[in-house]
C-alpha cells in the first residue's frame, strides 16, 4: 500500500495541469499514488492525465462528471488505498520536499491532519512575495473562522479515518468547502497541526474559483452555520480579520476598484483594531485599498498582484 494518496480533482485544467503532475512526479519522498479525477473536462486535460499515467503506474485516472470537485474528492478517497489523504488542486504547484516533510511529521506526531506554508503566484513560483503564516498550536474553530491558514485544499494532508469519520466533503459545497471540512474536523476533536516550512506554491488566478470573493463570502457563510453547531460563532475580530483576507485577496487579483475599499471599511466597522493589526498586514491593506481606487488598473495589476 502506498503511504500518500493524492486527490486531484481537474476540470478543464490543460493549461496548468502539466506543471502541477510534473511538480508531484519530482517529489523527493515517492511512496504515493495520485487519483486524478476528471468532472467533465472539454480540453485536453483528461489526454494529459492519460499519458501520465501510461508512463508511471502510480497515477490513476478516475472519472466523475458533472458533480463538482467536492464530489470529485469524495469518490477519491472512497478508492484512496493509503492511510494518508494529500489533497491537490489542478493548478497548484508543490514544493519537492511536501511529502517528505509530512511522512516525517505524521511519524513522529500524535495529529489527525497538517499543513505547510504557502506562497502565492502568478506564473512562476517566486514572482510574488507574499507567504502564509503558521499557527504555534493545533487549529481552533475561532482560527479557521478568521483567516484559515491553511488557504487552500493543496496544503491539507488528513487521515483517510478521519476524513471518513467527520462525513468528508459536502458536495453541495463549491467555495469554502475546505472550510466548512477543516471546522468539522476541529469540531470532532481530530488535531490540525501546521508545519512551519514552504510546501505549496498556490497560483492566483482571475477566472480561478476563488477569484469570486461574493461566492467565497456566501460559502463562509455557510461555514459559520457549521460552526454554531459546535457552539462557535465569530467574534468581531474574527470577522474583521476575515474582511482583510478578502480584501487583500481583492487587491491580488484586480477586483473592481471598490472592492478591496468596502471590505476594508467593512472590516474595521467589525473591529478597527483587529482589522488593522499587525500593522504590516492590517494598515498596509487599508492604505493600498485606499490608494487603489484612485490607481489606473494597469498599474494596480503591476503593484499589487507581486
Known sequence: MPRFSIILPFYNAAQTLQ?????????????WEAICVDDGSTDASAEIVARMAQSDPRFRQ?????????????????LARA?????????????????AQMA????RASTDAAYGQIRFFQDQPGDCPTVSQVRPDALTILDLLSENPVCTMSNLVVRRDAFLEVGAFDPSLVHNEDLDLLIR????????????????????SATG?????????RGRDQAI??????????????????MRYLARR??????????????TREGVRHSASGFLFPLRRGAATAAASAVALVLPSSFRRALFAR
Not at 452555520?225 to 476575515?242: H, L, M
Not at 481583492?250 to 471590505?263: M, S, V
Open 19 to 31: 506543471a502541477t503532475l510534473d511538480a508531484l512526479q519530482a517529489q523527493r519522498f515517492d511512496d
Open 62 to 78: 478516475m472519472s466523475n462528471p458533472g458533480k463538482g470537485p467536492s464530489d470529485a474528492r469524495n469518490h477519491a478517497a472512497d
Open 83 to 99: 492511510d494518508l489523504l494529500a489533497f491537490c488542486d489542478a493548478d497548484d504547484l508543490w514544493h519537492p520536499e511536501k511529502l
Open 104 to 107: 516525517q511529521h505524521f511519524d
Open 185 to 204: 474536523l476541529v469540531g470532532h476533536g481530530k488535531r490540525i497541526i501546521g508545519l512551519d516550512a514552504l510546501q505549496v506554491w498556490y497560483r492566483t
Open 209 to 217: 474559483l476563488s477569484s469570486d470573493l461574493h461566492a467565497m463570502r
Open 225 to 242: 452555520a457549521t460552526a454554531a453547531r459546535f457552539g462557535v460563532t465569530p467574534t468581531p475580530k474574527a470577522e474583521a480579520v476575515y
Open 250 to 263: 481583492a487587491l491580488r487579483l484586480d477586483a473592481p476598484k471598490a472592492a478591496a475599499w468596502g471590505y
